[in-house]
């Protein structure tokens, strides 16, 4: 629903975080892997020289979307659990996203 006051403006919109696509568009540099004949798939943030790879600061991303974009819901969209108690999982809540599996 459209607010229509010039106010604060509602929080109404709902967002899906594809974590796959979120890792892999971010902390893999195919310029460095190219360049330093490292396989795309096992390159690490840490081999990239050209500073292209960067890490998310899911927390800060979170603020964003709320922000930006309005967002009210976000779900950190994962295509599986390994273990539900993993500190990973806890930092991805603790952000304010929604784990969805
Ligand atoms: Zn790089």
Same mark, same amino acid.
């Given at each position: 629903m459209n607010s229509i006051s010039k106010g604060q403006p509602t929080l109404s919109n709902i967002a899906f975080v594809d974590a796959q696509n979120l890792h892999l568009g971010t902390t893999k540099c195919r310029n460095c892997s190219e360049k330093r004949a490292i396989d795309f798939k096992d390159i690490?943030?840490?081999?990239? %020289?050209? /500073?292209s790879a960067w890490e998310v600061d899911l927390a800060k991303f979170r603020v964003y979307l709320k922000e930006k +974009?309005? %967002?009210?819901e976000a779900y950190y969209v994962l /295509? +599986? %659990?390994?273990?539900?108690?993993d500190e990973l999982y806890k930092d991805i809540q603790k952000a304010g996203f929604i784990i969805f599996v």
């Open positions: 690490k943030l840490s081999d990239c %020289v050209c /500073g +974009y309005h %967002v009210a /295509g +599986y %659990v390994q273990d539900k108690n």
